[in-house]
């Protein structure tokens, strides 16, 4: 059983920051992409920032330059640094683990998710 777990959510003022954090645990034998999504509420998932196992990043262009995404092979986590906030990046923050759960199967999991919210 492979397992998600986020934490880093909060409320903080516009222009301020958060790091969010996920750890992957479980059996499993290697981790390829991760990933965090977000969901506003009314609207669909956004891919926020995916990052290969040679950290190799991808970001949306709304949060470029202001959101950073990290990864730790050794410890299996994935860190998302959020900058100059803003209220439209209020939303549940999602991890996101493609993970090989035996030799050349890959599965998809996904944390339970983080509230960021940004207000005044």
């Known amino acids: 059983q492979v397992r998600l777990v986020e934490t880093g959510g909060g409320l903080v003022r516009p222009g301020g920051s958060l790091r969010l954090s996920c750890i992957v645990s479980?059996?499993?034998?290697?981790?390829?992409?991760m990933g965090w999504y977000r969901q506003a509420p009314g609207k669909q998932y956004e891919l926020v920032a995916t990052?290969?196992?040679?950290?190799?990043?991808n970001y949306a262009d709304s949060v470029k330059c202001r959101f950073t995404i990290f990864r730790d092979n050794a410890r299996d986590t994935v860190d998302l640094q959020m900058l100059s906030l803003e209220p439209q990046d209020s939303a549940i923050y999602y991890c996101?683990?493609?993970?090989?759960?035996?030799?050349?199967?890959?599965?998809?999991?996904w944390g339970q998710g983080t509230q960021v919210t940004v207000a005044a």
């Open positions: 996101r683990a493609e993970v090989e759960v035996t030799a050349s199967v890959f599965q998809d999991h």
């Open positions: 479980g059996n499993f034998l290697s981790i390829r992409d």
């Open positions: 990052i290969n196992e040679v950290h190799n990043a």
